[in-house]
């Protein structure tokens, strides 16, 4: 049981957890690296903590009300509730102590892997950009308090004067984004391991609850996917039994978060639970219209978006909060999702155009704006006028701001044509591809990028800063280049790169040199663990002013016989990685992109460039969680891949690749990309993915990965050729490609090269055992 105490008029779901100026990653780094202990990444981790609820305080919310919640990982949400409750599977068994712990070393090692044990799987955070790794379980996993950070956490802001508010992945949710472990039978479910569950949650509430917590977090926003391959009934059922569970107890008010959509029919189950509020994305999702039995239940408006940087309609926003006040009088506001997905402070950015700005909100900011919101609950909307009135006079001033909208761009799209998005038969293409190229059995190639030295990082910022001529770096550039496709022919590849030392970022070089875009200095963003992107601003029309990159493929291409891949991003992975206008759907803008990709794309076939990777790694983050919003996204998605690539001769190859991408969900969008090759990463899975390739028919060319580059660990030769045999084994021969599992960005040199030189001995004993009679 409970006594409840007042939900805070304002609170967010979570804020950036990575420090202003990636403290946490650069202390992370440094442990793995052996050149801090783990004292010294505890104190960093306290300091950052406690900055984040100084400075919440400062913008707003309440020191003592429970607005602050305590949402810091050192890596991921998810992989800190399966460590909580002590599903670490049993290849890591060594790592965990006698009292079924497991110290900072062993959880890194959970997630990164070593030597011969694989890291856990990692996959797309709903809709997000954000990676979270995938918990393993089965029956056999033995369930257990085993952690306590959440509680030292909460004890660790009760010392310093704050009262916050513990948070942690809900039990249906981390069970429902599981996958069955090894030893595993066939049907096994993890969410089957409900009931065993339930009362380690229980316990971790009851010792909340003793130390003084007042309100728990618990999210649950699997509560509004569809795409989850459970059915909707026995996900319902699941979360009846679980909160029925959960609120019988000694604990704090329970706050189930659900955020990415609308919880449409689980909002009636979790007010009947008992759950003492209930959070609700009004961004992503839309206003219920009606909801029984809620009694005293807060209903908690997510009317301020925590996906993207506008500053967005402050008067809509209040106006959402009102209509939620027609159901029910306890309203409070948040975030529509953590925060985490946004950089923290706009006022970082000494760079940006000054209008820009005046039109963005970062995460710092999206938090004033929830306390100026909550003060319009409790003083009526005439307390809040000002700042209403300003939001709406800045978002005027960015509708009819030059370069928002092109009349040149508005008129190439209005001339579309179905013929602008077909190609000739892929059976004809691949006929004339071969003839061309004259690439052997299963072709080896690499994703694009090759590891980025230091010197390579400091000479583009000495470029950026002017300390470098534009011929000077050129040559640096060039030099680096020459060294990479030199390494590439001593290795044995078969189709080369010129691995991306010029770019920044996959998609903040092409926005660098786009119209429409703008780019931060300190915007960054966790990706996954200690990976941080800096995603563009994506806030006008958008057009190509001159080739991008053309002279670096070309330059490529002189220094070798072997075909060299042209290396673009796709029009969907650069809309999903940057923040996008929201002025019009997304659909149009992916269209501008694809038209500036178009005109690259036929530049390097005309300087020729006969094989050109045009990377949508986003296709499958991009899919709504709600069904029925997903044929609208599949048909401009897969338009704006086509637009952008339809162009070309059969003799030139299109490829593509996708990350994380469950490729059985969208296999019939990836078919209709109609790209010649396709590489997805598969590694992880242990080449899962291929019996999807094979149910499906799929029959175009097809590079499941076998290099799993997101892990220090090298693959053994054993280890690549099971994966090859594997894939062999469902793909034929005439399709199947062997590549990474995505670029090598940010992979060192020798594990680099330890790796790729493993996969061609692979390759290699492949190719022998195939072309050698039994």
Known sequence: MTNQTSFPAGTILGYPRIGRRRELKKAVEAFWAGRIDAAELETTAAGLRSATRARLVELGLGQSDSSIPESFSFYDQVLDAAVTVGAIPTRFADLVGDDGRIDLAGYFTVARGEGARAPLEMTKWFDTNYHYLVPEIGPSTVFSLASDRLLDEFLEAKAEGYLTRPSIVGPVTLLLLSKPSDDAPEGFRPLDRLEELLPVYAELLAKLADAGAEWVQLDESALVSES???????????????????????????????????????????????????????????????????????????????????????????????????????????????LQHLPHDVTDESKLDPRLVSWLAFADQKVQQIATLAHGLSGGRVAIQSELDAATDALADRLAAPGVRDGDVRLREAALTEGDFARAAYADRLEAQEAALGLPFLPTTTIGSFPQTGDIRRARARFVK???????????????????????????????????????????????????????????????????????????????????????????????????????????????????????????????????????????????????????????????????????????????????????????????????SEF??????????????????????????????????????????????????????????????????AVPERQLWVNPDCGLKTRGYDETVESLKNVIEATNRVRTRVATPA
């Open 466 to 660: 002017g300390e470098l001529s534009a011929e000077e770096y050129t040559e640096l550039m060039r030099a680096e280049i020459r060294r990479v496709v030199e390494l590439q022919e001593e290795i044995g590849l078969d189709v080369l790169v010129h691995g991306e030392p010029e770019r920044n970022d996959m998609v903040q070089y092409f926005a660098e040199n786009l119209d429409g875009f703008a780019v931060t200095e300190n915007g960054w963003v966790q990706s996954y663990g200690s990976r941080c992107t800096r995603p563009s601003i994506l806030w006008g029309d958008v057009s190509r002013p001159a080739p991008i990159t053309v002279d670096w493929s070309v330059y490529t291409q002189s220094l070798t016989p072997k075909p060299v891949k042209g290396m673009l991003t796709g029009p969907v992975t650069i809309l999903a990685w940057s923040f996008v206008r929201d002025d019009q759907p997304l659909g149009e803008t992916a269209r501008q992109v694809a038209f500036a990709l178009r005109d690259e794309i036929a530049d390097l076939e005309a300087a020729g460039i006969g094989i050109v990777q045009v990377d949508e790694p986003a296709l499958r983050e991009l899919l709504p969680l709600k069904q029925r919003d997903q044929p609208s996204y599949l048909d401009w998605s897969v338009g704006s891949f086509k637009l952008a690539t339809a162009g070309v001769r059969s003799e030139t190859q299109i490829h593509t690749h996708l990350c994380y």
């Open 664 to 729: 059985g969900v969208v296999i019939d969008a990836i078919r209709e990309l109609d790209a010649d090759v396709t590489s997805i990463e598969a590694a992880r899975s242990r080449m899962d993915v291929v019996h999807d390739i094979e149910s499906s028919g799929f029959d175009h060319g097809v590079g499941p990965g076998v290099y799993d580059i997101h892990s220090p660990r090298v693959p053994s030769v054993d280890e690549v050729t099971e994966l090859l045999e594997k894939a062999l084994s």
């Open 228 to 338: 989850i391959d459970v059915d909707r009934a026995t996900t319902l059922e699941a979360t009846r039994l679980a909160y029925a569970a959960l609120t019988a107890g000694e604990r704090p008010s329970i706050f189930v978060a659900a955020a990415y959509n609308s919880l449409d029919d689980a909002l009636p189950v979790l007010v009947d639970s008992g759950v003492e509020a209930i959070g609700l994305d009004l961004v992503r999702g839309s206003l219920p219209t009606h909801v029984e039995h809620l009694g005293e239940t807060v209903l908690v408006g997510g009317v301020v978006d925590g996906h993207n940087i506008w500053r967005g309609d402050l008067a809509a926003a209040y106006d959402k909060l009102e209509a939620l006040g027609t159901l029910t009088f306890n309203v409070s506001v948040s975030s529509s999702t953590s």
